[in-house]
């Protein structure tokens, strides 16, 4: 019997990481409750944006000139002020336009318990407006997007880098590590439970990025993929070798303990670390400096470019050579973090200083 | 033939081993004893290559060990331990396969595993439901299940049910009479006695002894003799050149050179009729004790 190749033994590691992890009901639950958030919030953004509809005004008489001059609103002629009461009564129409002489506008505005801001602006005079330097995105939708890459960044990297985090403590804390170990090189140890781990990420991104797409092509907004599609299909790129790299760093902080209630210590560091560009895109989602600057560091660059890529700013050649340098981080960061990991297993008890695992 | 040649290693102040060789012959149980501490757990992990050692080397029959030869070893190390999630067939099978099996090959070998270690029908339980001794059990299908040629076992016997430990000892003996190096670490002295064909003896990272157990025992009570005669006896302790008489139920034992010994015989012969006399052996507690002073 001839020992295993390295790469066959890693895909065999990776495999297991994969199989335990889908037997595990909490990883199901969990991705089950992220994707139906997701879900949600889109049916949510779409009625949201169905209802923005021109608003529905019932007009009587006189005022009916009125009512038809005005562009952004959506006419029903009636006969009568108390028939057109009736309808604002009933919610059938948002406001009554009615003749008046109250007033030298020759009409009135009748509506149920608040001014109609939507009707009253469509009725109003206001002057042209000129913008200097025009957003190329609409604001709020800037601002969601921003929340979308940067939440899923965040809740996925957490929930994966834990996930690699306690598998390797796991084979420490029951020690059959030493027994891995004799079988199979470290490296194919760390590769596999690296890329079991970045397979289960990438896929419940892929998810997330397809419930999207289905999504918003399910509801009718489907102006929103063509704005945010090119973005959405980069985010999935960087964050697959985003997250390879997280991994690493994961699993060489989780090997420097021997038992799960020593993981925090180790891992809150890298935790913040993914925080970082979670909390930058959201307010700073309208800084070109802030966001230029994120779409090159490798750990933001997942969140950054993508962001970049969806308002515009980003020149053709930006994403592929930043994807460059977030693989040569990663490639340096796995052999860095191969060495801490190889250097730390076999030492049980304390937590082994950093200094040590990198020595030799 | 597995040969430790010159190996000394070091972790940070601590000289765990310092210039190490012993052989662990074909066919031949090799004891492995040692106060905690000692060298024993490094020593093995060097063997497994687990460790790397500062100088010296490992060879199997005269050539640098590699990996298909560390794969063909049966390990079972001192802290062990396996996924208590995991089901215990599929388990085992994952290890046989990690080794280089086919899943085909490694389930067979498992079930068989399983079934002479009793615990078959615990097959798809996790590993977590079972008892600490059936636990034990799965432990050792885990370092055999790719049948190794060799075996190198850390305290293979703590921890284990009685039923374990036979399994154990006709698994050492197995392996032994197919022609395997094995080699064995253990603090119940009684049992390596009773099990070993060799001995190596080692305390602060060196060796203090090694060789066969006949000969240590030779080596180390050359001049321990025991005479058992119903006369009385008691003239022995003021004979010339006698040392350490103790009186032991029907007989003494005392310390002496050969010649003197003789002596003592022909006298006890003239004076009465003399039931047993021979070389007292010590025993491994006492050449332990010695060596490691």
């Known amino acids: 019997m001839t020992a295993r190749s390295v790469p066959s033994a890693a895909w065999l590691v990776a495999r297991r990481e994969v199989t335990m992890r889908l037997r595990s009901k909490a990883f199901l639950v969990s991705t089950g409750i992220l994707l139906l958030a997701v879900l949600a919030g889109i049916v949510i953004g779409g009625i949201v944006s169905a209802t923005a509809s021109d608003p529905t005004v019932a007009a009587v008489g006189t005022a009916q000139a009125a009512a038809d001059r005005a562009t952004g609103l959506e006419v029903r002629h009636v006969d009568s002020v108390a028939e057109a009461r009736v309808l604002v009564k009933k919610g059938t129409v948002d406001a009554a336009i009615v003749p008046s002489t109250k007033t030298p506008l020759g009409y009135e505005v009748i509506a149920d318990s608040s001014p109609p801001e939507s009707v009253i602006a469509q009725l109003s005079v206001t002057p042209p407006v000129t913008l200097l330097d025009p957003p190329s995105q609409n604001g709020l939708l800037t601002y969601l997007v921003a929340l979308g890459f940067g939440l899923v960044f965040f809740v996925s990297s957490i929930t994966f880098g834990s996930t690699i985090a306690q598998s390797v403590i796991e084979e420490k804390q029951t020690r059959v590590v030493e027994i891995l170990m004799t079988a199979i090189p470290v490296r194919a140890l760390l590769a596999g439970k690296v890329l079991g781990n970045s397979i289960l990420a990438f896929a419940q991104i892929a998810a997330i990025a397809l419930l999207t797409v289905g999504g918003l092509l399910a509801t009718g907004q489907t102006s929103v993929i063509g704005l945010i599609g090119p973005a959405l299909i980069w985010f999935v790129v960087f964050f697959a070798f985003g997250f390879i790299l997280l991994a690493a760093l994961f699993s060489a902080a989780a090997s420097l303990v021997s038992r799960q209630e020593d993981a925090a210590a180790v891992t809150t560091p890298l935790t913040m670390l993914v925080m970082v560009p979670y909390l930058l895109v959201i307010l700073f989602n309208d800084n070109a400096l802030v966001l230029g600057i994120m779409s090159y560091v490798p750990f933001s660059a997942p969140v950054g470019m993508p962001m970049r890529i969806f308002l515009g700013t980003a020149e053709w050649w930006e994403p592929i050579l930043s994807l460059v340098i977030l693989l040569i981080s990663t490639l340096l960061v796995i052999i860095l973090g191969a060495r801490i990991y190889s250097n730390s297993l076999l030492r049980m008890g304390g937590r082994v200083k950093l200094k040590d695992a990198l020595a030799r | ?293």
Request: glycine content about 10%; aromatic content about 4%.
């Open chain 2, 1 to 293: 033939m597995l040969q430790v040649d010159h190996v000394s290693r070091r972790f940070g102040e601590r000289q765990a081993l310092d210039d190490v060789s012993f052989g662990v012959g074909s066919g031949r149980i090799t004891g492995f004893v040692g106060a905690n501490g000692a060298g024993k757990t490094t020593a093995m992990r060097i063997i497994l290559g687990v460790l790397t050692p500062d100088s010296g080397s490992v060879t199997v029959d005269g050539r640098p060990i590699d990996a298909d030869d560390r794969h063909s070893i049966g390990y079972m190390p001192e802290e062990r331990g396996l996924y208590p999630k995991m089901k215990v067939a599929e388990q085992v099978a994952y290890l046989g396969m990690l080794h280089g099996m086919s899943k085909k090959a490694a389930e067979d070998s498992t079930a068989r595993l399983l079934d002479r270690l009793a615990i078959a029908e615990r097959s798809n339980d996790a590993v977590e439901t079972l008892s600490l001794g059936n636990q034990q059990r799965a432990q050792i299908a885990a370092a055999l299940v790719h049948e190794p040629t060799a075996l190198v076992l850390d305290e293979p016997f703590s921890g284990l049910d009685p039923i374990g430990v036979e399994t154990v000892l006709s698994v050492l003996r197995d392996a032994a009479a197919g022609g395997a190096p094995v080699l064995f670490s253990s603090h119940q002295l009684d049992v390596v006695e009773r099990l070993c064909d060799d001995l190596v003896i080692i305390a602060d990272g060196q060796v203090r002894a090694a060789g066969s157990r006949d000969d240590l025992r030779a080596e180390h009570g050359g001049d321990s003799w025991r005479l058992s005669a119903p006369g009385d006896l008691s003239w022995v302790a003021s004979a010339a050149g006698v040392t350490g008489v103790e009186a032991e139920g029907d007989g003494v034992l005392f310390h002496a050179d050969y010649p003197t010994a003789q002596e003592v015989v022909r006298r006890a012969v003239e004076a009465g009729p003399v039931t047993s006399f021979g070389p007292q052996h010590p025993s491994l507690a006492q050449i332990f004790a010695e060596v490691v002073k």
